[in-house]
């Protein structure tokens, strides 16, 4: 019995931080002896850009096992199976595969660092999603929930986000919150342009980071002490994440990336590197923070916005992206 027909066969609800869900099914999986010295990793995100930088000094550790989620398989020592973000069947089939790799090992570190940013609002899904939320949000949503009954006590869970979710840093930053219009957005008669990419892209983010808190604050991860961490590397240019922008885009940030000593902006390598090291346990949240922003090529711990820090906005975010994957009902 695979982890969905498990949780439809207990009609355990997936809606809601708080639910009991993967801590019931866990019980279906054994734990790996304590003294295995053996670390397991799974990673979105690790085949370019920062997680590329990040995926190899993971790998680079004789005791952890990394295994990558790509959708294009690329010569590398790194073990790797199919995933396609923008098709949550090839997610719940990501989950499965996983789970038959790993057999009854548990997963200490998820990493959830892949992101899209497109020039609009005008892509679509195969599950009729925008594109920019389903990929950058529900598809990590998703793998999150799959994956929970497979975290072990201890676990670190890294969700890469941006400030660009805070409107004192980012003007286009969203300063409220509706996921049905994300995930569904208006139907307009002429294309979108690119501030309307940018907020999308934004406010996917912020998404992120209230699916982090969300994570936190949940049951789960207190009875199994997760260290959970959102993790903003900040502008970083050098990465993929802009192959999609305008040509007046990109160009902007190639002069950008010509100033990045004068500006102090991060490296692709310093970036990925923090990204690792968060991930390995080597960097660990202060008490009461989960926020983590790369800043000045300096990790800080700084408040998230105002929005990211109310519960209402995130347990409402919870259920509606439970809702819209498929794991339950609307609480």
């Known amino acids: 019995m695979n982890l969905e027909d498990c949780a439809k066969y207990l009609r355990i609800p997936a809606c809601g931080p708080q639910s ?45 096992r990394l295994v990558l989620g790509a959708r294009r398989g690329r010569p590398s020592t790194i073990e790797t199976l199919p995933l396609d973000l923008t098709r949550l069947a090839s997610v719940r089939e990501f989950a499965q595969g ?26 679509r899904t195969e599950d009729g999603f925008e594109t920019t939320f389903a990929v950058n949000h529900l598809a990590h949503y998703l793998l999150l ?15 890469t986000t941006s400030d660009t979710h805070d409107p004192k840093a980012n003007p286009m930053g969203p300063k409220e919150l509706d996921p049905e219009l994300l995930a569904y957005p208006q139907a307009r008669s002429r294309p ?27 049951d789960e991860a207190k009875a199994k002490r997760f260290t959970v961490v959102a993790y ?15 040509l007046w885009a990109r160009f902007a940030m190639g002069t950008v990336g010509l100033i990045r000593p004068i500006t102090r902006l991060a490296t692709v390598d310093q970036a990925g590197q923090n990204l690792a090291d968060l991930a390995l346990g080597r960097i ?11 800043v000045n090529r300096r990790l ?17 975010l919870w259920c509606d992206s439970a809702r819209m994957v498929g794991l339950s009902r609307p609480a």
């Open 284 to 294: 660990t949240p202060p008490a009461g923070r989960l926020y983590a922003s790369l």
């Open 20 to 64: 009991l869900q993967p801590i019931i099914l866990g019980m279906y999986f054994k734990h790996t002896d304590e003294g295995d010295p053996l670390k397991t990793i799974v990673m979105t995100g690790g085949t370019s850009g920062l997680g590329e930088v990040a995926a190899r000094q993971i790998a680079r550790n004789p005791d952890t």
């Open 232 to 246: 903003n590397p900040s502008l970083t240019v050098g990465t993929s994440l802009f192959r999609a922008w305008p």
């Open 98 to 123: 996983v789970m038959q790799e790993l057999g009854d090992r548990l997963i200490n570190g998820l990493v959830l660092n892949a992101g899209i940013q497109f020039p609009n609002i005008d892509q």
């Open 145 to 159: 929930q799959l994956l929970l009954p497979r975290l072990d006590q201890g676990a670190t869970v890294v969700i």
């Open 192 to 218: 979108t342009g690119f501030s309307t990419g940018f907020r999308a892209y934004a406010a996917s983010k912020l998404c992120d980071l209230l699916m982090a808190r969300g994570l936190a604050t949940s």
């Open 300 to 316: 800080t711990w700084p408040e998230p916005s105002e929005l990211a820090r109310q519960d209402d906005a995130m347990n409402g």
